[in-house]
């Protein structure tokens, strides 16, 4: 049974156009996290929630936000894709912060950007 | 904040034979080590994780291992299957434990 679900698999958007990427997460995990994975890349984290509390990394573009309006629900939106924002992403999902418990991933959204 | 290098980031092991990947960190208070494997088009999954209390764990065909003097640790896998082909990716916590931060991975292409 999926336990992390992320809608849609593959999405394309145009350039400056806004998009939105849906997860949710069947486990009542605590902890929801963003990752953008490049080609051949490490996953590379571009926020989290602990419950409502956001928490942004320094180096994550303000072009990328993040809602999270219930305990199953999050999302990505990025603003004004440009073509340097096609990746994976990924969301993940834990009990309780990041070394304390396992991280469950969802199977991607694949996005591009013409 | 953390340094996490990963070593090599390609790997060509014939079926049946071992294969180690290494990973080096730099924040000496890291206390937890997870591998996750992805294989390709899928989610990255847990596979094995290890904490600064002991040296090495296992699991039937993989094994980690830790050097906390070194900073380092390494993955092990015995035996290995065409099934085990895949990116593996280390990864170590920072900013006091909490987040994660992941290697470069290695592809591992196991031959039959």
């Known amino acids: 049974d999926a336990m992390v679900i992320q809608n849609p698999r593959y999405q394309v958007t145009q350039f400056g156009k806004p998009v939105t990427l849906s997860c949710s997460q069947t486990l009542n995990h605590n902890v929801m996290y963003w990752y953008q994975q490049k080609s051949s890349q490490a996953p590379k984290l571009l926020f989290h929630y602990y419950d409502k509390d956001f928490n942004n990394e320094a180096d994550t573009p303000d072009n990328f936000q993040s809602r999270r309006p219930n305990t199953s629900f999050c999302f990505l939106d990025i603003r004004s894709p440009g073509l340097g924002d096609a990746a994976m992403y990924l969301c993940?999902?834990?009990?309780?912060?990041?070394?304390?418990?396992?991280?469950?991933f969802g199977p991607g959204t694949r996005l591009t950007v013409t | 904040g953390e340094n996490v290098e990963q070593h090599p980031s390609t790997l060509s092991v014939q079926e049946g034979d071992s294969a180690v990947i290494k990973c080096t960190y730099s924040?000496?208070?890291?206390?937890?080590f997870p591998w996750y494997k992805q294989e390709l088009g899928k989610r990255p999954q847990l596979i094995i994780d290890?904490?600064?209390?002991?040296g090495e764990k296992k699991d039937q065909r993989i094994a980690v291992t830790l050097n906390k003097t070194a900073k380092h640790f390494s993955l092990h896998i015995t035996e290995t299957q065409p099934e085990d082909s895949a990116v593996y990716f280390c990864?170590?916590?920072?900013?006091?434990?909490?987040?994660?931060?992941f290697g470069g991975g290695t592809r591992l292409m196991v031959k039959p």
């Open positions: 290890i904490r600064s209390n002991v």
């Open positions: 990864a170590a916590p920072r900013n006091a434990g909490n987040m994660l931060t």
């Open positions: 924040d000496s208070a890291s206390n937890y």
């Open positions: 993940a999902t834990s009990r309780d912060l990041g070394t304390r418990s396992e991280q469950y």
